[in-house]
Nanobody, 129 residues
């Protein structure tokens, strides 16, 4: 069965960095687009970033990021390791949230919240001094 397992969350000071990982299994990871979304306390779901899968035209790898994280967060993937990453730098208290690795049912990423058919359990990121 499909599994998405996030890791790498934690407590970090403002201005610090953190890298999240998502280990995927149970499907052809390389083919599909993958996404990171987050949910801050008391707020709705917020899209963070997408990366195309190999099924997209051009062979995949194109990335899309929300304006709120552009220039600070970088999404990447290692298809040989079936792993998705989110490198986060210059973290701000507003980045505090549970971060979810999610799989949309397609190979092409989308800039924004859309439908997802598989979710990880989430990993908590807290930015505080």
């Amino acid at each position: 069965q499909v599994q998405l397992v996030e890791s790498g969350g934690g407590l970090v000071r403002p201005g610090g960095s953190l890298t999240l990982s998502c280990a995927a299994s149970g499907f052809t990871f390389s083919f599909y687009a993958m996404s990171w979304v987050r949910q801050a306390p008391g707020k709705g779901l917020e899209w963070v970033s997408d990366i195309d899968g190999s099924g997209a035209s051009g062979g995949g790898g194109r990335t899309y990021s929300a304006d709120s994280v552009k220039g600070r967060f970088t999404i990447s993937r290692d298809n040989a390791k079936n792993t998705l990453y989110l490198q986060m730098s210059s973290l701000e208290p507003e980045d505090t949230a549970v971060y979810y690795c999610v799989r949309p049912p397609r190979a092409v990423g989308v800039a924004g919240i859309t439908e997802y058919d598989y979710w990880g359990q989430g990993t908590q990121v807290t930015v505080s001094s």
